[in-house]
């Protein structure tokens, strides 16, 4: 019900924007994306509440990436600027869970996106 896209191979300090398109409506949800590298654990980038009023960063992207969205178009998107060699991942959206208190936590999503590889290039 999520989908993914928009990433690929990039040169260090390069862009790409990732989008991430559901099938239902996305107007009530909090929405995240998190990435995780191989052999580690996967972490919060960013998140944005249902209407688009607050935002979230991981220090480790503030400053570089943007979250945004478009509830008429039922689709987050993560602008990612100025990328490192540090940020190549797979990276996830997820819609956040109407039960879960916090927004920093994997275990506070409860439907996520399949995915979508991004490499940076040194």
């Known amino acids: 019900q999520l989908q993914a896209s928009g990433g690929g191979l990039v040169q260090a300090g390069g862009s790409l924007r990732l989008s991430c398109a559901s099938t239902?409506?996305?107007?009530?949800?909090?929405m995240g994306w998190f990435r995780q590298a191989p052999g580690r654990e996967r972490r919060l980038v960013a998140a944005?509440?249902?209407?688009?009023?607050?935002?979230y960063y991981s220090d480790f992207v503030e400053g570089r990436f943007t979250i945004s969205r478009d509830n008429g178009q039922n689709t987050v998107y993560l602008q990612m600027d100025n990328l490192k060699p540090e940020d190549t991942a797979v990276y996830y959206c997820?819609?956040?869970?109407?039960?879960?208190?916090?927004?920093?936590?994997?275990?506070?999503?409860?439907?996520w996106g399949q995915g979508t590889q991004v490499t940076v290039s040194s």
């Open positions: 239902r409506t996305l107007s009530e949800d909090n």
């Open positions: 944005i509440s249902r209407n688009g009023d607050r935002t």
């Open positions: 997820a819609k956040h869970s109407i039960y879960a208190a916090g927004w920093t936590q994997d275990w506070e999503y409860d439907l």
